[in-house]
């Protein structure tokens, strides 16, 4: 039983009125007023010409067939080329949505896997006393972006202080970076950080935070490396890793998983780790990090210890001690008061890609006709409707170039062009592969 009273398009008909300037009057013959709004807006009717009209035509004939239009009515013939057979609807053996693919990549912008210049601008230090965003380029770049940033948390608040020029007035940023990481990364009840091989709560650190669009899902893990200068004046004297190839029971806390930060390199194609993370007793390991969240901890009693002469943080009660700038400089190997030095920071990112493939098939009796103009033409007596190529007459061909996606209103969502054209007639079928990551 029809659900609309409205009659099908033909073409000889439309191109009829179109040409008599009669179109609307034809139109409005066909269908009720929300049809003629939906597929003709009669605001920009007169703009369209005959061959969108044509294809609008297509589209409401389509719409019409799932509704249920009458065939046996004389004025709506089965029309070749407006069938809704156009459209073909994915049944679940035609969708594969199991595809899991892991991508590692380039960390940095553009996809660079490693920075060996690092910059900041000047004036960061009078607003942020304990944070630095670190940019791939001169600040005055226009196209320059935040990498990572830099900084110091103090559990007491040392190493800031409230005043106008270098922070907001009463402020203590070290000590709000403290509870935040503590937040965020610990488990309820645990107050302070400890780092692998001392079980001693430490009341300070040095942070990385990689930018998340940088990053984007996670930094992958055993694919970083960092050189800290060893002595402030470029010398790269520490080399940092994480410990994620010595481990086959990665530890999960409330921050997900989390790796030691430790002394060694990978730069060979294989982790070489010159001091386990359990073995640094005395002061514990190098850091912690979290590659979930893109979060490096580092141990200040570790690079005391280690020597890191360039990385010496002033921890004065109430005082301002420019403590990100100190992180900063040993990173890009800077000498004091520098805003850029050569330095070394390589880092990748892990991506999951979820991919969906459709498989969009032609079977032997379908899209063996092409809507193309040049398909057809006209005979002796102005009749559409002859093929151009004689030789289509009961055997017609068609090369199948793209595939389009769309919603259940028929609305296009996505096309997928063929690296070359698909031979498509009665005695060919084609399945074609539409596949979607994200």
């Known amino acids: 039983m029809a659900h609309t009273n409205s009659k099908s398009i033909t073409p000889n008909q439309l191109e009829s009125a179109f040409n008599n300037n009669n179109l609307i009057q034809y139109l409005n013959s066909r269908m009720d007023s929300t049809e003629l709004g939906r597929f003709f807006p009669p605001l920009v009717l007169e703009e369209l010409d005959l061959n969108t009209l044509l294809r609008q035509a297509a589209q409401y004939n389509a719409y019409l067939a799932d509704h249920g239009s009458d065939p046996d009515d004389p004025d709506e013939p089965d029309v070749p080329g407006f069938s809704a057979t156009i459209y073909k609807q994915f049944t679940d053996n035609d969708i594969a949505s199991t595809e899991r693919t892991t991508v590692s990549s380039g960390l940095f912008s553009g996809g660079a896997t490693s920075l060996s210049e690092f910059f900041y601008s000047s004036t960061l230090g009078d607003v942020s006393a304990s944070y630095v965003p670190v940019y791939d380029k001169v600040t005055s770049d226009s196209t320059a972006q935040v990498q990572f940033a830099v900084g110091y948390a103090n559990f007491g608040g040392s190493g800031s202080i409230g005043n106008t020029t270098k922070t907001t007035a009463g402020n203590r940023e070290t000590a709000a970076l403290y509870r935040q990481f503590r937040n965020v990364v610990l488990g309820q009840g645990t107050t302070k950080f ?69 002394s060694g390199s990978i730069a060979s194609g294989t982790t070489s780790i010159k001091t386990a993370a359990s073995a640094e007793t005395s002061t514990g390991a ?40 100190v992180v900063f400089n040993s990173i890009s190997h800077s000498m004091a008061g520098a805003a850029n030095k050569q330095g070394y920071f390589a880092a990748r990112r892990e991506e999951e890609i979820s991919s969906t493939s459709y498989f969009a098939r032609a ?55 063929l690296s070359q054209p698909v031979l498509k007639s009665f005695s060919r079928e084609a399945i074609i592969k539409v596949k979607l990551d994200f």
Request: proline share 4%; no cysteine; glycine share 8%.
């Open 194 to 262: 400890t780092f692998t091989g001392n079980s001693t709560a430490r009341d300070d650190f040095a942070f990385i935070v990689f930018n998340r669009a940088q990053m984007r899902e996670k930094v992958d893990p055993g694919n970083w490396e960092l050189h800290l200068s060893g002595s402030g004046n470029g010398q790269s004297g520490i080399k940092l890793i994480d410990d994620s190839s010595a481990t086959t029971n990665t530890t999960i806390n409330s921050a997900n998983r989390v790796f030691n930060v430790v």
């Open 286 to 325: 190098p850091g912690l990090f979290y590659p979930d969240l893109g979060v490096i901890l580092l141990n200040t009693n570790w690079l005391t210890q280690a020597n890191v002469k360039s990385m010496v943080f002033s921890t004065g009660t109430n005082t301002f001690g420019d403590n990100a700038k």
């Open 363 to 417: 079977h032997n009796k379908e899209f063996n006709f092409s809507s193309n103009p040049t398909y057809e033409t006209t005979d002796s007596s102005n009749n559409r409707g002859a093929f151009t190529q004689p030789t289509f007459k009961g055997d017609p061909k068609a090369y199948i170039t793209q595939v389009g996606l769309y919603d259940s209103n028929r609305e296009l969502l996505a096309v997928a062009k």
